[in-house]
């Protein structure tokens, strides 16, 4: 015997998910968390490669010169080890192609910092240039050039000026014209006053940190790395119509022991770098699909479990194994179309919130994408689940023997 088709599964289903609310919601529930989950960690992971791909496209630049990872060494001045040697050299050459327009050496350290000789903190310190390139907010930016350098002597005079980003002019109360005592130590920083030229926020959005910028050799003399000359990168803006694999390939060949990236390598050298990172998102996608599916599972189960009599009876009575699959597959889909419309409904506050602590946290806004395709992938993810726990408690109701059931 078969029931008047889904309009009569419809009303069974729903007659037995009303039955045991609490049961329902905590499926309902699982759905949406899985759901949520899903969504999120994808937001976060396609948010991440599209603001990268933004950074680097506002950089302006094409290419990025490097002698290696960049490695921290706690214990000395500076506490970063910068893989690049004799960057001003090396940086000159590269200016001195044809298809070259830009090439600075750029250097990261960690400096100590004071508006007053007293109180110190430590902030990275940014070996480079600091023109309108570096989008200056307040101030002119460096009026005189890296004249310290003095073709490696390092005996021209410093010029003592530096561009902070407005956070940190924000914290100390300082602006433009005022002074701020910056070194590798504390020595070195009560001896060395810079003046306030201007504030940027360039640097400190592509780090995700307050910055200070000084021009390279001063950062260098300052941290005690003059002797090599060490910097962590050359970026590298081309001329029109300069091929960037082309001229990339040519610089490895001229300087075999450097690594020579586009926007995109060097984007994707990033990005491995957080490979466990990746690897526990990835986990964790996983085990809320699995959670959900489980939940969703055990529910329909629990249900066949519960109404095993019933079922048995209906069967023995001669309705069809499909109309019991049917009813089964309703109350799966019910599930399964509530459940994600709940994530759904719940991801789009959490996006805004962790766009919000993201913000407020490493200076990066917009992280977490809002992509219409993964929505509707979290809420076909729902559906999936639903169809997967129907065929298992479908498959369990096939096996049901009502003469055994029954007289049990």
């Known amino acids: 015997m078969t029931l008047a088709g889904p309009r009569a599964w419809i009303g069974l289903a729903w007659a037995q998910l009303t039955a045991d609310r609490t049961r329902t919601v905590l499926a309902v529930g699982g759905i949406a968390l899985a759901v949520l989950a899903a969504v999120l960690l994808a937001s976060v992971g396609l948010g991440v490669i599209e603001t990268g791909e933004q950074k680097f ?33 090396v ?42 390139g570096a989008r200056i907010q307040s101030g002119h930016g460096f009026t005189r050039y890296d004249q310290h350098y003095a073709n490696g002597t390092y005996n021209g005079t410093m010029t003592h000026q530096v561009v902070i980003d407005p956070r940190l002019a924000d914290r100390y109360g300082v602006g433009v014209n005022d002074t701020l005592y910056i070194g590798g130590t504390l020595a070195s920083a009560r001896q060395h006053e810079f003046r306030i030229v201007g504030t940027s926020g360039a640097y400190a ?18 941290t005690g790395t003059t002797g090599s000359d060490r910097a962590t990168m050359i970026p590298v803006r081309l001329a029109d119509g300069a091929q960037p694999t082309r001229v990339a390939a040519d610089i490895e060949r001229a300087h075999p022991a450097y690594e020579v990236r586009t926007n995109r390598e060097q984007l994707r050298q990033t990005v491995r770098r957080q490979a466990v990172v990746l690897a526990a998102g990835a986990s964790l996608i996983l085990l809320a699909v699995l959670a959900g599916a489980a939940l969703t599972v055990n529910l329909l ?108």
Do not use: C
Not at 57 to 86: C, H, I, M, S
Not at 105 to 122: D, G, H, I, K
Not at 205 to 222: A, K
Not at 311 to 339: C, E, H, N, W, Y
């Open 301 to 408: 189960l629990s249900v066949v479990a519960q109404q095993r009599r019933t079922f048995a009876a209906l069967k023995a009575l001669g309705l069809s194994t499909v109309t019991l699959a049917g009813i089964i597959t309703v109350q799966a889909l019910m599930l399964g179309v509530v459940g994600g419309m709940v994530g759904l409904l719940v991801a789009v506050p959490a996006v805004q919130g962790l766009n919000a602590v993201v913000s407020r946290v490493v200076g990066f806004e917009g992280v977490v994408s809002v992509v219409p395709w993964v929505f509707a992938a979290g809420f076909g993810l729902a559906v999936v689940m639903a169809i997967v726990a129907a065929v298992a408690a479908a498959w369990r109701v096939r096996g049901l023997e009502p003469l055994a059931v029954l007289s049990g």
């Open 91 to 132: 940086a000159a050459e590269l200016r001195g192609r044809d298809d070259i327009s830009t090439a600075r050496a750029l250097a990261f350290q960690t400096v100590y910092v004071s508006p007053n000789r007293s109180s110190f903190e430590t902030v990275i310190g940014v070996g480079g240039p600091a023109n309108s």
């Open 205 to 222: 959005q592509f780090l995700g940190s307050p910055v200070v910028v000084l021009h390279l050799s001063e950062l260098q003399t300052i």
């Open 57 to 89: 496209d506002a950089a302006g630049r094409d290419l990025w010169v490097t002698g290696g990872p960049l490695e921290f060494a706690p214990g000395t001045v500076g506490g970063v080890e910068n893989g690049l040697v004799e960057a001003h050299t």
